[in-house]
């Protein structure tokens, strides 16, 4: 079976492991969302990149839920010390990379060749492929403005109440070519348990995407479980947008183009709800078992739709 799986940071990153271990790199890629995007301290910072980088190397950092595990902080400390900003923590192991991608596209290469130069030197052999390699860069809307990604998430820790959401440059943004390739030949298409708003919509707004999607199968997996989101702002998004935070909520937000939908066993009393095909299974991801038999479970759907 060949899939397309759709992920932005965190959550998304682990059910993506639990892909990457059940099918070879030629039956699934990583579509991944690169509004999180930020040019810092004269770096390209790609987060859910390198979130998803870590994940699939099992390198990343499970306490923190980003960066890289066993890392260390003098490189920060010390800017620290000489005034520079910090507020965005770079550990020293994680700040290879961000001056390796920086080099890589200042030598010319695009966004793509630069995360596949990272993804083999990491011993990864699944392709992680950026939505695009133009620029887009996803803006919080708040009562005081828009807010750059970054800004709201990191440096205001998620505490402005959103009204929307923008993401500069889209509409000149051209899908990744290697996403429309991928999808050619594929039997579906995976949403992973990542934020709608900010790391999935991103990539379903490019031009093309969604009817690139058109004739496949696509199944999502609710990011969103008894209400809460296990990892982000996802549910307070939803509390400050007026919707509820629930998994049906995130259903009706995928509406017209998914055609499964899994939710946690919290959430079984609500699975009525939804209008598509859904399935209950444990989609909290703790162990790297949980990961496997997760995405065992969402191939097992997405079996169920092949004409
Ligand atoms: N998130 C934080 O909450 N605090 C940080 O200091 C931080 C640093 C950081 C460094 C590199 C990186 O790739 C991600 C980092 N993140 C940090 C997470 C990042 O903001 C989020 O992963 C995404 O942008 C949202 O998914």
């Known amino acids: 079976m060949k899939i397309?799986?759709?992920?932005?940071?965190?959550?998304?990153?682990?059910?993506?492991?639990?892909?990457?271990?059940?099918?070879s790199p030629d039956e699934v890629a990583f579509a991944?969302?690169?509004?999180?995007?930020?040019?810092?301290?004269?770096?390209?910072?790609?987060p859910d990149i390198d979130s998803l980088t870590y994940a699939l190397a099992?390198?990343?950092?499970?306490?923190?839920?980003?960066?890289?595990?066993?890392?260390?902080?003098?490189?920060?400390?010390?800017?620290?010390?000489?005034?520079?900003?910090?507020?965005?923590?770079?550990?020293?192991?994680d700040m290879a990379l961000h001056i390796r991608r920086t080099g890589l596209l200042e030598e010319g290469q695009s966004l793509t060749e630069a995360t596949a130069a990272i993804t083999n030197a990491m011993g990864i052999e699944h392709e992680v492929i950026p939505m695009t390699n133009d620029p887009v860069r996803t803006f919080v809307h708040t009562q005081d403005?828009?807010?750059?990604?970054?800004?709201?998430?990191?440096?205001?820790?998620?505490?402005p109440a959103v009204s929307g959401f923008e993401f500069q440059g889209i509409e000149n943004a051209t899908l990744n070519p290697r996403i429309t390739e991928w999808v050619e030949g594929a039997d579906g298409v995976v949403i992973c348990p990542s934020n709608p708003y900010v790391s999935v919509d991103p990539l379903l707004k490019l031009k093309g995407f969604?009817?690139?999607?058109?004739?496949?199968?696509?199944?999502?997996?609710?990011?969103i479980v008894g209400g809460m989101a296990i990892k982000g702002p996802a549910a307070k998004?939803?509390?400050?947008?007026?919707?509820?935070?629930?998994?049906?909520?995130?259903?009706?937000?995928?509406?017209?183009?998914?055609?499964?939908?899994?939710?946690?066993?919290?959430?079984?009393?609500?699975?009525?709800?939804?209008?598509?095909?859904?399935?209950?299974?444990n989609t909290?991801?703790?162990?790297?078992?949980?990961?496997?038999?997760?995405?065992?479970?969402?191939?097992?759907?997405?079996r169920t739709f092949r004409g």
């Open 58 to 93: 099992e390198e990343n950092n499970a306490e923190l839920g980003w960066g890289r595990e066993g890392e260390t902080w003098q490189f920060i400390e010390t800017l620290e010390s000489l005034g520079g900003e910090t507020w965005f923590r770079l550990g020293d192991k």
């Open 237 to 281: 998004m939803m509390a400050e947008l007026a919707v509820p935070a629930s998994a049906p909520a995130v259903a009706a937000h995928y509406e017209g183009l998914i055609d499964g939908f899994v939710v946690d066993e919290t959430d079984r009393n609500q699975a009525d709800e939804i209008k598509i095909p859904t399935i209950v299974v």
């Open 210 to 223: 969604t009817d690139a999607l058109e004739k496949l199968p696509v199944i999502a997996v609710s990011p």
């Open 145 to 159: 403005g828009p807010l750059a990604f970054q800004h709201y998430f990191v440096r205001d820790r998620c505490e």
């Open 4 to 23: 397309l799986a759709i992920t932005g940071g965190v959550g998304g990153a682990k059910l993506a492991l639990g892909l990457a271990k059940v099918l």
């Open 284 to 302: 909290i991801m703790v162990t790297l078992e949980d990961r496997v038999q997760l995405a065992r479970d969402v191939l097992g759907f997405l």
């Open 32 to 46: 991944v969302n690169t509004g999180d995007d930020f040019e810092h301290l004269g770096l390209h910072i790609s």
